[in-house]
Nanobody, 119 residues
Framework: QVQLVESGGGLVQAGGSLRLSCAASGRIFSSYTMGWFRQAPGKEREFVAA????????SYADFAKGRFTVSRDNAKNTVSLQMNSLKPEDTAIYYC????????????WGQGTQVTVSS
């Protein structure tokens, strides 16, 4: 079992920045991938960014490239999402997730943290 807890959400003005964190605990293996997703009101959940525990290989949605950066900490048990140049359309609940190597999709999810960007 893997437990994920997000933090760092809040209210910012357009053009501002936020840094989200995800604390992971439980049975975590280096083959796992950590991801960030978001869901805005009335829309489907969408992929934002991901990073592998082993090697730190990253991937980003097109809307996140150049603005968002995903990283992992020294202890390899937390991941962060640095969000710069925020836009009102970035407003959503942001979720941390964990994918096992053999899984088709993500297996574990946090409860989410609200990000609101005002104009």
């Amino acid at each position: 079992q893997v437990q994920l807890v997000e933090s760092g959400g809040g209210l910012v003005q357009a053009g501002g920045s936020l840094r989200l964190s995800c604390a992971a605990s439980g049975r975590i293996f280096s083959s796992y991938t950590m991801g960030w997703f978001r869901q805005a009101p009335g829309k489907e959940r969408e992929f934002v960014a991901a990073i592998t525990w082993s090697g730190g290989i990253t991937s980003y949605a097109d809307f996140a490239k150049g603005r968002f950066t995903v990283s992992r900490d020294n202890a390899k048990n937390t991941v962060s999402l640095q969000m710069n140049s925020l836009k009102p359309e970035d407003t959503a609940i942001y979720y941390c997730a964990c994918k096992r190597a053999a899984s088709r999709g993500y297996d574990y999810w946090g409860q989410g943290t609200q990000v609101t960007v005002s104009s």
